[in-house]
């Protein structure tokens, strides 16, 4: 059959074999955020034969992201394109027999359950604790399998869950870390780090898509410094569990009555405004009417504001918009009401 050509390789892996193949043929796999790790992951699942991958980010490729987000080229940095259309169009030509769905959209708890239910597993490509939390309570109220990995510095973990059979992130990391943590901007990364992480992700992912036993530990490495331990974390359920044991999902609680959502990404210079009600914004109108207030630069996904020399608006389609050039939250605001209204 030509089209278990292609996998020829794989399938003389015997844990895999012909079987495995026809299993990952017909499967699904969600990779939240496509920067170094999603790249990373979604390559490897692709070349794999994952039968259809969707693929969700809310940014742009910027010439920063090139010295370890691997699928992207100095032609997506100069065209502003997001990282999900970019990487589609990298994974197309790599197996165009997968259906790779681009979703460019920031996850939140109003849209995590639309974008991540009915996959059969969920890989984390992201960097920030609040979308794992989130993803955690999707996975556990879902009953999907999930692969967690991390990457900074020169360190990275990862860990495979599974609802009902391993403790959950929220067994794990029973609250959401104090202030904003370490992040690629804010301390730098090494990419061969993100590689190794990601690698690791995708073969977890892998397995569970074949039915084989997943790694039991959360491992950790430091790869400048030759450091690594495995913490065997198959007995760490958390008997008073908040979501795996009382099925109380804490981030999927849309009692919360702010309307819009102002977070600062940490070591970015910038400020995420994210609105609760999602409208589909007409660019090209909108372009029309901010030309006359500054540079506008735009693609069918984007437009690039820049009002004056210190501060850029990128607004996306469904209303989101990243302010470059602050961390003042009230300044972001004045700018967003100022230009955009509300």
Excluded at 10 to 31: D, H, M, R, T, Y
Excluded at 38 to 46: A, E, K, P
Excluded at 198 to 213: D, N, W
Excluded at 251 to 269: H, P
Aim: net charge negative; charged share 25%.
């Amino acid at each position: 059959m030509k089209e278990m050509e292609r996998y020829s390789r794989q399938i003389l892996f015997q844990p895999i074999g012909s079987g495995g193949q026809e299993k990952l043929l017909k499967s699904s796999a969600v990779i939240v955020g496509m920067g170094a790790l999603g790249t990373v992951i979604s390559n490897h699942l692709v070349r794999s034969g994952v039968g259809h991958v969707r693929i969700i980010d809310r940014d742009l490729v910027e010439l920063s992201n090139l010295q370890r987000q691997t699928l992207y080229d100095e032609d997506d940095a100069c065209e502003n394109l997001p990282k999900v259309i970019a990487a589609e169009k990298k994974l197309e030509k790599i197996n165009s027999e997968v259906k790779v769905e681009p979703i460019i959209a920031d996850l939140t708890l109003d849209n995590a359950e639309d974008l991540l239910a009915g996959f059969d597993v969920i890989v984390d490509g992201t960097d920030n604790f609040m979308a794992r939390y989130l993803i955690n309570d999707v996975a556990v109220k879902h009953g999907i399998p999930w692969v967690y990995g991390g990457a900074v510095s020169s360190r990275g973990m990862f860990a495979a869950i599974k609802p009902g059979e391993t403790p959950c992130y929220r067994c794990l990391f029973p609250s959401v870390p104090a202030g904003l943590g370490e992040t690629c901007d804010s301390i730098g990364v090494l990419s061969p780090i993100t590689d190794i992480i990601g690698s690791f992700e995708a073969v977890e992912a892998i397995k569970l898509l074949v039915g084989a036993e997943s790694n039991p530990n959360l491992e950790q490495m430091d790869i400048w410094y030759n450091s690594f331990l495995q913490m065997d974390i198959s007995q760490g359920r958390n008997s008073e569990c908040p979501a795996c044991v009382h099925h109380n999902y804490e981030f999927l609680d849309r009692s919360s009555e702010q309307q819009i959502n102002y977070a600062s990404l940490c070591g970015r210079n910038t400020i995420q405004i994210n609105p609760r009600q999602k409208t589909k914004q007409d660019l090209e109108k909108l372009a029309a009417r901010l030309k006359n207030n500054g540079e506008v630069k735009g693609n069918p996904f984007l437009l690039r504001f820049m009002p004056d020399e210190e501060i850029t608006m990128v607004i996306f389609q469904d209303g989101r918009v990243l302010v470059h050039g602050t961390n003042d939250t009230v300044k972001a605001k004045s700018y967003y009401a100022r230009y955009l209204g509300s």
